[in-house]
């Protein structure tokens, strides 16, 4: 039945916070700075697209809120093995934020075409959520550069990784719905 809650507090609650510490364990894998660029090529960013993908908006945001959360009190668990207020201060700050919207954008898309979301939805959405942490990270970056139009371009070396990651992330997410379906109410 619509508005019918399909899952427990508890089993919200673990999803959740698998999904944090899925985008964590991301963060293992060390960032790969290309052209003397001031902001590392990561995995990490593929955390919020799944769990946007899989969750849903609000468990979504929920995750990747409590990641930042744990990141901005000091456990170093951004690429590279940062952490604390200072990843969010430099020239990378705006990227990590954006992936809050990332997530939750993913999610709103995705969440109109439960229960079984296609794989052209799923990869819109990722396109949609990974515009998302651009659309943060590029004018974040800006203010460290001077330059929008510089941050702009020097940001297009993102671009291939991030599209193998947004493919990957959709056919996984397909996996899963296919196997569960509704995964994401």
């Known amino acids: 039945m619509p508005g019918q809650r399909t899952t ?22 060390p960032g790969l700075y290309v052209a003397g660029s001031g902001v590392p090529v990561v995995l990490q960013n593929m955390g919020p697209l799944l769990a946007g993908s899989i969750l849903g908006a609000r468990r979504a945001g929920a ?26 201060a430099g020239p990378t700050g705006g990227f990590a934020l954006g992936y809050l919207l990332s997530a939750v954008v993913v999610g ?13 939805r799923l990869l819109l959405a990722n396109v ?7 659309l943060i990270g590029i004018p974040y970056w800006a203010a460290f ?32 719905h296919r196997a569960l379906p509704g995964a994401g109410r």
């Open 8 to 29: 427990t507090p508890a089993a919200d609650l673990a999803r959740t916070v698998v999904f944090a510490a899925f985008t964590a364990v991301l963060g293992l894998f």
């Open 63 to 88: 995750a990747t809120g409590l990641f930042l959360a744990l990141v901005a009190l000091g456990l170093p668990l951004l690429s590279g093995g940062r952490g604390g207020l200072a990843p969010f």
């Open 108 to 120: 709103l898309i995705v969440q109109r075409g439960l229960p079984r979301p296609s794989l052209p």
């Open 128 to 134: 949609a959520g990974v515009a998302a942490d651009y």
């Open 145 to 176: 550069t001077g330059d929008l139009g510089a941050a702009a371009v020097q940001s297009l070396v993102f671009l291939p990784g991030d599209a193998v990651k947004l493919v990957a992330v959709s056919l996984v997410a397909a996996a899963v």
